[in-house]
């Protein structure tokens, strides 16, 4: 009867230590922040677009979540109507600039005719990137791009 007791007490006291982990900069889940929004001030600058797509009219929600070699960068966006498709995160570059930023741009192909405008759930679209380990060397935030705003995630 003692064996088994002794056992479980031992079992709970080193599991309860496990939550200091949790909020450690040693757990990967923890390598990147929420994502906070940021609202587009100025014109980007005029880049050679090779896409035809336009970039979605707002970002809604990011995430950059931890996968095994890398990391997933997930985002929602919300065009201005009902209807658009091909949504993909375009990379700016495929490094990080000066200041540790890798940028993606949101883009959306626009509906082939007419739509309706529906309601703001309706009309949210979403598009993921993967970034290998090697990519993340020297990140130390990742930023996707809408036309009305933009959002970051930060380590």
């Given at each position: 009867m003692?064996?088994p007791?002794?056992?479980i007490?031992?079992?709970?006291l080193?599991?309860?230590?496990?939550?200091?982990v949790?909020?450690?900069r040693?757990?990967p889940?923890?390598?990147?922040?929420?994502?906070t929004e940021?609202r587009?001030?100025e014109?980007?600058r005029?880049?050679?677009v090779?896409?035809?797509?336009?970039?979605?009219d707002?970002v809604?929600?990011?995430s950059?979540d931890?996968?095994?070699?890398?990391?997933?960068v997930?985002?929602?966006?919300r065009p201005?109507?009902?209807g658009?498709?091909?949504?993909?995160?375009?990379?700016?570059?495929?490094?990080?600039?000066?200041?540790?930023?890798?940028?993606?741009?949101?883009?959306?192909a626009?509906p082939?005719?007419?739509?309706r405008?529906g309601?703001?759930p309706s009309?949210?679209?979403?598009?993921?990137?993967f970034?290998?380990?090697?990519?993340?060397?020297?990140v130390?935030?990742?930023?996707?791009?809408?036309?009305?705003?933009?959002?970051?995630a930060?380590?």
């Open positions: 003692r064996a007791l002794l056992i007490l031992v079992a709970a080193t599991l309860g230590g496990c939550a200091s949790r909020e450690s040693l757990n889940f923890n390598w990147f922040g929420g994502a940021e587009v001030t014109t980007p005029q880049v050679v090779t896409d035809p797509r336009g970039l979605v707002e809604v929600d990011m950059v931890r996968a095994p070699g890398g990391a997933i997930h985002a929602t966006g201005s109507r009902q658009y498709w091909e949504a993909d995160l375009v990379p700016l570059s495929s490094r990080p600039d000066e200041n540790g930023v890798l940028v993606f741009d949101f883009r959306v626009p082939p005719g007419p739509t405008i309601t703001a009309r949210e679209v979403t598009a993921a990137a970034l290998t380990d090697q990519a993340l060397q020297g130390r935030a990742v930023v996707v791009r809408g036309a009305r705003n933009q959002r970051r930060t380590r």
